[in-house]
């Protein structure tokens, strides 16, 4: 089955790649309790949102056999959505390392690897959210236009 490449979209191994880094320096994170682990997915999550060049889907990119377009497509939105999430459930992490919280360290970078995780085996805790989110303001915007 091949499929039409979008922009909107983003081959699915490239999305796996990255969520496979923030799983696996969120572990090393805790083997080796040098919570530095986290600034790779953190960096690579904030180019990619801020400048739209992810380091780490850029150097998966090398290691695809076929064209891009011929992978299953991941919605950019979502998956831009699900980023951001990250981004902040790392950086909250980190912050809360620095500041010696460990409460706040191991529930961050937990929830973030779980959710990575969890995206790896097939159900995308941020893009459901993303869904929410999308069907909360249309029926905002619904009951505004009816009042």
């Known amino acids: 089955m091949t499929f039409m ?10 999305v796996r790649a990255n969520q ?3 799983v696996l320096a969120v572990l090393l994170s805790w083997i080796t ?7 790779v997915p953190l960096v690579a999550g904030l180019l990619g949102r801020l400048f739209g060049w992810n380091p780490v889907m850029r ?5 695809l056999r076929k064209d891009p377009s011929t992978y299953v497509p991941e919605d950019r939105r ?5 980023q951001t999430i990250a981004i902040v459930c790392l950086a909250v992490a980190l912050i809360a390392h620095a500041f010696r919280w460990t409460a706040v360290y ?6 973030v ?20 989110w999308t069907q909360y303001r ?4 619904q009951r505004a236009k009816h009042v």
């Open 59 to 63: 150097f998966a990119k090398l290691f």
């Open 138 to 141: 249309y029926r905002q915007h």
């Open 113 to 132: 690897a779980v959710a990575a995780f969890v995206a790896i085996l097939g159900f995308c805790v941020g893009c459901f959210l993303h869904y929410q």
């Open 5 to 14: 490449h979008r922009p909107d979209s983003i081959p699915r191994p490239l």
């Open 106 to 111: 191991w529930v961050f970078s937990a929830m």
């Open 20 to 22: 496979w880094v923030i």
């Open 33 to 39: 309790a040098w919570s530095g682990w986290l600034v």
């Open 78 to 82: 979502q998956q831009e959505f699900s």
